[in-house]
């Protein structure tokens, strides 16, 4: 029974990651893919969620409404990004908004260390969160389901933004043809407004998600920027259905591979997006479609 053990907590623990890669990963496509704007700052955007939750609950906040208004914090200081840093740079080639967000990620990276300095921070949980419950043979810990259900319902409500509101539905038809979008009485920019920043509130959500997973620090952002690149990369630029693809494939490899060659596991990472490009050079699912 310990193999069947094993299986479950490595599915559970790639459905866990694989989420928080969706969720930056889709965040990084819907930025791209109504902008044309390649975020480097999301990762420390990430960071920004898990410190501003982190200040809630200790304050005295409960966790869950922690959960709702830091990504919240995080989309308002995305739309003062927007509107003061990018907005400004909309009409120049994608290069300056590529090293003006590389620069912005050691803004915040510093402010971060500023305003709560170096140390680690732990977000404290529920006691209820606290606590394992059996999974069929196995035991697994509360809060990661808890995590889990709430990626579940990040991605479930997405979907139906997406999919069923005039906002989504208008991202979508302006990610393809903006010209006709404005012809139809439709304020694009407006709608590229709104994409910046809902990415950027998806970066908060992923980072106070995470911040029980991997502890709170000054640099969090960094290694989850490379592995939401990669899951954007595998699953094709632009593409929404590729991002939840990749995110899953590589949320499986990257828990397999910490399991069975933990030093190995960023190694088989990267090998993976190298096979992928080497056969489908634009990702699984193309490039450049917002759907």
Not at 34 to 44: E, Q, S, T
Not at 117 to 140: C, D, K, N, W
Not at 170 to 187: D, F, H, L, W, Y
Not at 194 to 207: D, E, K, N, R, W
Request: aromatic share 10%; net charge positive; proline share 3%.
């Amino acid at each position: 029974m310990g193999w069947i053990a094993t299986t479950v907590d490595i599915i559970l623990n790639s459905l866990v990651l694989g989420g928080i890669f969706l969720i930056m990963g889709v965040g990084l496509n819907i930025i791209y893919g109504l902008n044309r704007v390649m975020n480097l700052a999301h990762g420390a955007l990430y960071a920004l969620g898990a410190y501003f939750g982190y200040t809630l609950v200790a304050v005295g906040a409960n966790y869950f409404l922690a959960l709702l208004l830091a990504p919240i914090v995080v989309g308002a200081v995305g739309l003062i990004i927007e509107r003061v840093l990018i907005s400004p740079m909309r009409k120049r080639h994608m290069i300056y908004t590529l090293i003006l967000t590389y620069g912005l990620m050691f803004v915040i990276d510093g402010l971060i260390k500023l305003f709560w300095g170096q140390e680690t921070r732990f977000i404290q949980l529920p006691e209820f969160m606290q606590h394992t419950v059996s999974v069929g043979p196995a035991s697994y810990p509360v809060f990661r389901l808890v995590i889990l259900i709430g990626i579940a319902a990040v991605v479930t409500a997405l979907m139906l933004l997406l999919g069923r509101t005039r906002l989504g539905i208008n991202m979508r038809a302006a990610s393809s043809i903006p010209e006709m979008v404005s012809a139809c009485g439709i304020n694009v920019r407006r709608v590229q407004i709104s994409a910046f920043v809902l990415g950027c509130i998806l970066a908060g959500t992923a980072g106070m998600l995470a911040g029980p997973l991997f502890t709170v620090f000054a640099l969090m952002g960094h290694d989850i920027l490379i592995s939401s690149f990669v899951v954007v990369v595998i699953g094709g630029l632009g593409s929404l259905r590729g991002a939840v693809l990749a995110a899953l494939l590589v949320g499986f490899v990257q828990t397999l591979a910490e399991f069975f060659v933990t030093e190995m596991a960023m190694v088989m990472v990267y090998m993976l997006m190298a096979l992928v490009l080497v056969f489908k050079p634009l990702g699984i699912l193309g490039e450049g479609k917002f759907e």
